[in-house]
Structure formats: C-alpha cells, structure tokens
C-alpha cells in the first residue's frame, strides 16, 4: 500500500456510503492521531483498539443523524507524490469553517483551528466535511 491515509479515508468513505455501523482499518500511530480528531471533532461516535495480528485494528463507529452520516465528504490533499505544506495563515479552511482540514505538525496532528492558533503549519493531510 503506497497511501495508507488515502486507504483509511477510502474505507470511511465507503463504509459511510453503505450505511455501515462501523468499520475496521489497520492501526498505525498516524490512523489512530486521524480517528482521534475525528472523535474530538463529533464526525464518529467512538473508537476501539484491537490487537489482532502484529500491528492491530482500529474499530470506528460511524455517527448517523435522523439516518444521515455526520461525515458528508472527505479529501485526501497531500499526497505520496505530491506533498502540500503550509504556513499557519496559508491552511486553507473547508467549508467556511463548517468542515475541519486536518494538518501533520511538528507539534503532532491538529485541526485547520488548532494550527492557527498555536501559530504552526505542516503538511496539510485531509479535509473533512
């Protein structure tokens, strides 16, 4: 797997779509800092870590509202081979502020908010809405 973000946003995505009360994605320390926001951020009701295999499993359970998902969309920005890096003014908002871009810092993984309040930028990850 070459994009293990793209793969972890493609199996929330399609997970969303089939109306799937949760869904199961391969662990890794930057999956788990995503579901975190995520779960911070209302877009799921919960998380779990399973440790099955050597690396483990994250368990995500989707969030529907009168039987609509919360998540509408999500974009993959940055990608392998094509990274996008931005001054804390330069991160873009999504959706006027409705939606939350997600940026990897040196201060760890924060919100479009939290970057430009703590004054950092990073390499702009994802956007979610």
């Given at each position: 797997?070459?994009?293990?973000?793209?793969?972890?946003l493609t199996r929330i995505r399609n997970a969303v779509r089939a109306h799937h009360k949760?869904?199961?994605?391969?662990?890794?320390?930057?999956?788990?800092?995503?579901?975190?926001?995520?779960?911070?951020?209302?877009?799921?009701?919960?998380?779990?870590?399973?440790?099955?295999?050597?690396?483990?499993?994250?368990?995500?359970?989707?969030?529907?509202?009168?039987?609509?998902?919360?998540?509408?969309?999500?974009?993959?920005?940055?990608?392998?081979?094509?990274?996008?890096?931005?001054?804390?003014?330069?991160?873009?908002?999504?959706?006027?502020?409705?939606?939350?871009?997600?940026?990897?810092?040196?201060?760890?993984?924060?919100?479009?908010?939290?970057?430009?309040?703590?004054?950092?930028?990073?390499?702009?990850?994802?956007?979610?809405?």
């Amino acid at each position: 797997m070459t994009d293990p973000i793209a793969d972890f946003l493609t199996r929330i995505r399609n997970a969303v779509r089939a109306h799937h009360k949760n869904v199961e994605i391969p662990a890794s320390r930057m999956k788990v800092g995503l579901t975190e926001i995520l779960y911070k951020q209302n877009f799921i009701n919960g998380y779990s870590l399973l440790e099955n295999g050597p690396q483990g499993t994250i368990r995500i359970y989707l969030r529907y509202k009168e039987g609509k998902p919360v998540i509408e969309g999500l974009e993959r920005i940055s990608t392998p081979g094509l990274r996008l890096y931005k001054g804390a003014a330069d991160i873009p908002r999504t959706l006027n502020g409705l939606g939350i871009t997600i940026v990897s810092t040196p201060k760890g993984l924060l919100t479009d908010a939290q970057a430009r309040q703590e004054n950092v930028g990073g390499e702009v990850l994802c956007r979610i809405w």
